[in-house]
């Protein structure tokens, strides 16, 4: 059979076949490292069935993170606004690190998708609950943007993994032949720069404690301005 064969066309092939390779390739590199011919190759196509099935990269990226949305449930309604962000920003990097680049895109278009408007609607009415009124926008963006961020910048990095400990090693380095370093530096290197350098399940975890750490700290902050908008009222 040749890739002139009407049946390599057609056979087969539906648009949720080409959707679910497209999900395979973006969890095994990154949304935007693979291409349509990639991806006909993985189906074994030609690539013109791809823009016939699905359309172009463009519409497949929107699909793929479509998917990875679809697996992130708003959480109990009933909890106060910082341990529902909690909740739901904890359990929503790991899923968007599933399929890197996800989380870059989510920066780059908003939440322009169906699969977001629950979580959306969800979200905005507790911080609207919660008092930040007009400002609920402005914090909701805030606590999504900076989670995204930090899940893109390491998604980012698995483009170049093989470069990354040897960064980090050489940072390592250069803090140990700065003679004016202070204790405070050198102990930056040890315990936050180490663990990268290191790679595997070390670079994980710390990847993950500083996650955790930019949430708490994003949902802190918006909790003092809160606070101190609420206090400055009643003066």
Same mark, same amino acid.
């Given at each position: ?136 926008? &402005? ?82 902050? &918006? ?13």
């Amino acid at each position: 059979m040749t890739m002139t064969d009407p049946a390599r066309f057609h056979v087969g092939l539906t648009p949720e076949r080409v959707i679910d390779a497209a999900v395979e390739l973006t969890r095994e590199s990154h949304l935007m490292s693979w291409s349509i011919r990639d991806l006909a190759g993985r189906l074994g196509v030609a690539a013109s069935v791809i823009y016939h099935h699905v359309g172009g990269k463009d519409l497949l990226c929107r699909q793929v993170v479509e998917r990875m949305l679809g697996q992130v449930e708003p959480p109990d309604a009933s909890l106060p606004w910082q341990e529902w962000f909690r909740a739901l920003l904890y359990s929503a990097g790991p899923r968007a690190a599933e399929y890197p680049g996800s989380a870059k895109w989510m920066l780059m278009h908003g939440p322009t998708l169906p699969a977001a408007l629950p979580v959306l609607e969800a979200g905005m009415a507790i911080l609207h609950r919660a008092g930040f009124g007009s400002r609920a926008d &402005l914090a909701y963006a805030l606590l999504l943007n900076n989670a995204m961020l930090t899940v893109s910048m390491s998604d980012d990095r698995l483009q170049h993994e093989g470069d990354g400990p040897r960064d980090h090693a050489t940072m390592m380095a250069e803090f140990r032949q700065i003679p004016t370093a202070s204790a405070e530096v050198r102990a930056m290197g040890q315990e936050f720069i180490r663990p990268f350098a290191e790679g595997g399940e070390n670079a994980a975890l710390m990847r993950w404690d500083y996650y955790r750490f930019a949430v708490d700290t994003t949902i802190a902050g &918006l909790d003092a301005t809160l606070r101190s908008t609420d206090a400055a009222a009643r003066e």
